[in-house]
């Protein structure tokens, strides 16, 4: 009784998290609809995530699990397609001609396996235990996939020196997930449910570090860029000054002339 009623209270904190983690991307997409521009932000964390919430929603319908035991993976994994696919929609929509081609590339392929999973395990295998394992063989792919997605930019990052386009709530809601349904699958003796997530802390780990390792870099130029702007408006404000003062100058002068004239 009393494990059902830590294992019931870590489905209740895995799916905040998980909530924080599928909305965290809103900040990100309120700044593209605003310039009306994707930047360099990439879409594969988004595609990558709406596949992840595909296959667990499915694992943990009745259809693949035994009754509803897995029902927070529902709720939450619903959820999560809904705003997922909302993402990939408004990247899409402000998505160059090039990106909206990188979109469709990764984003039918996902589709596709996801659809495929779904009817092989529902007409392929008769019992529960085959449709867990097969799901959740593919769902272990997908998770880790999930939370090692943020990475894509890495190379990006290492190269600036700069984490914007490694949205900071992303991986640490991504790590916060993590270490939390590892803890679910633990108690649930659900090994698909807790490998998965033992991947995805270290990851979750090492975003966090690449976050804080290069984020000071980014704030000192930031901030040696805001002074430069400062340095170059205080300029240009003495040199309008001065330019006044010399029109000025020249407009007493050509008065002064004109009266003894």
Request: net charge positive; charged share 15%; glycine share 6%.
């Amino acid at each position: 009784m009393a494990d059902g009623r830590v294992r019931l209270a870590a489905g209740l904190m895995g799916n905040a998290a998980s909530l924080l983690l599928y909305a965290a991307p809103i900040l990100t997409f309120y700044r593209v609809i605003r310039k009306r521009s994707t930047e360099e932000f990439s879409c594969v964390p988004y595609i990558i995530a709406l596949w992840n919430c595909f296959l667990y929603t499915w694992y943990g319908l009745p259809v693949v699990s035994c009754g509803w035991e897995n029902f927070s993976l529902v709720t939450i994994n619903g959820l999560g397609i809904l705003l997922e696919l909302s993402f990939i929609i408004i990247y899409f929509w402000f998505a160059s001609a090039g990106g909206k081609k990188k979109v469709a590339t990764v984003a039918v392929p996902v589709i596709l396996v996801s659809c495929a999973a779904a009817i092989i395990s529902a007409f392929v295998f008769h019992d529960h235990h085959r449709r867990k394992v097969f799901i959740g063989s593919v769902g272990l792919v997908a998770s880790v996939a999930m939370y090692g997605s943020p990475l894509v930019v890495v190379k990006q990052v290492v190269q600036t020196k700069s984490v914007e386009f490694m949205p900071f709530y992303l991986s640490f809601f991504s790590f916060l997930a993590s270490w939390i349904w590892l803890a679910y699958g633990l108690l649930s003796r659900d090994l698909f449910l807790a490998s998965p997530n033992m991947v995805g802390c270290p990851l979750g780990v090492l975003q966090l570090l690449l976050y804080c390792k290069y984020r000071k870099k980014g704030v000192m130029e930031e901030e040696h860029k805001s002074w430069d702007v400062e340095k170059n408006n205080s300029e240009k404000t003495k040199q309008r000054f001065q330019l006044v003062v010399a029109e000025d100058s020249s407009t007493t002068g050509a008065r002064v002339e004109q009266v003894f004239s």
